[in-house]
């Protein structure tokens, strides 16, 4: 019988071993429940063709069709991803709206003896608790900022706070990006969506009655947007302001950036971006330290004359809570911190 889903915490709660999404690739490509595996039972390409047939010639052959496709692409994943599963092992499965695809494939594997179950609306009814959560209700979750020039470590300060008990969202993590011009990592940032069920998940995992941290963001992070209900709650919530020395917030930036700095293309693409705020001039400047592999001045430059500049724009007359003066950002002087933040909220 098809599991009904009320909250986010009721799909987290359930006692299933694995999760499975059975629509194509592409499907999940743009979005899918956090940690769920893709054991598609119609590619991208045979999800087309059953949908051409459906509408332009005979639903009936369409079914058909998807059936045959369907049974051989279930038993490849038997054969292959699902061959070690053990006899006690507990699937749920979902596709786009709990139908045809993920029942048939949960039939062949309850008739095989596991106990397979589906979720009620499938992917849908998930993406509507997502959006509830998100777009539609204020947030029962307490945030607390952790802000700062760019360089001055609060990713890790992030972590640190995390590793000493506290809780903490990781929008940088989530979005795959470092939240700057040169932040991408890796070769694309997820979809939309996908940004949106990271961080409804990881905030269901969360106590309501606790502060949550969470590093101060612009509303997007490189092309995602913070979702509304998040990002409220953020305009409203109290930071602690992170101060460290300009030669230690280079190094950190030297050692957070090796893919910028071993990439010297994609540093002079980037650099080029400000010509505009800087001029054609500073930026040959800047492009002549980058050749030079002077990674430190340029850091250096890069921080007091564009990221600090910036920084003080976007963040206006607000007061911290406290400002936090670091000598180094050594990873003991940062988790000291961390335990102090997470242990005096």
Not at 178 to 185: P, V, Y
Not at 297 to 313: E, F, N, P, V
Request: some cysteine; aromatic content about 6%; charged content about 20%.
């Amino acid at each position: 019988m098809p599991i009904a889903l009320g909250t986010l915490t009721d799909l987290a709660a359930l006692p299933f071993d694995e999760i499975i999404d059975v629509r194509s690739p592409a499907e999940f490509a743009e979005d899918h429940i956090p940690g769920a595996i893709n054991l598609p039972v119609l590619s991208n390409e045979e999800r087309a063709v059953v949908g051409t047939i459906y509408v332009q010639e005979d639903p009936f052959k369409a079914r058909k069709v998807g059936a045959a496709l369907v049974a051989r692409n279930a038993a490849r994943h038997l054969e292959e991803t699902l061959a070690d599963r053990p006899g006690g092992w507990r699937p749920l499965v979902y596709c786009w709206r709990g139908g045809q695809r993920s029942g048939s494939f949960a039939a062949l594997l309850q008739n095989i003896g596991w106990r397979a179950d589906t979720v009620q609306g499938g992917y849908k009814t998930f993406r509507r608790l997502v959006v509830s959560m998100l777009h539609d209700q204020p947030l029962p979750f307490r945030p607390i900022l952790i802000d700062g020039g760019t360089g001055t470590a609060k990713t890790r300060l992030l972590h640190h706070i995390a590793a000493s008990g506290g809780q903490v969202i990781d929008l940088e993590a989530m979005a795959e990006h470092r939240g700057s011009l040169f932040g991408l990592l890796g070769g694309a940032q997820p979809a939309q969506k996908t940004f949106e069920s990271r961080i409804a998940m990881a905030l269901t995992a969360l106590d309501p009655a606790r502060p949550v941290f969470v590093e101060a963001e612009s509303s997007k992070i490189g092309g995602l947007l913070i979702p509304p209900s998040l990002w409220k709650a953020m305009l409203g919530a109290e930071y602690y302001e992170v101060q460290a020395p300009l030669a230690a917030r280079a190094a950190h930036l030297i050692e957070a950036y090796p893919d910028i700095a071993d990439d010297p293309d994609r540093l002079a693409a980037t650099l080029g971006k400000l010509a505009r705020y800087h001029g054609h001039a500073k930026v040959e400047e800047w492009l002549g330290l980058a050749e030079a592999r002077n990674g430190m001045a340029l850091a250096s430059d890069l921080i007091a004359t564009h990221y600090d500049g910036a920084y003080k724009r976007i963040r206006g007359d607000a007061d911290p809570r406290e400002v936090l003066y670091l000598p180094d950002l050594s990873e003991g002087t940062l988790a000291a911190l961390g335990q102090r933040l997470a242990r005096n909220v």
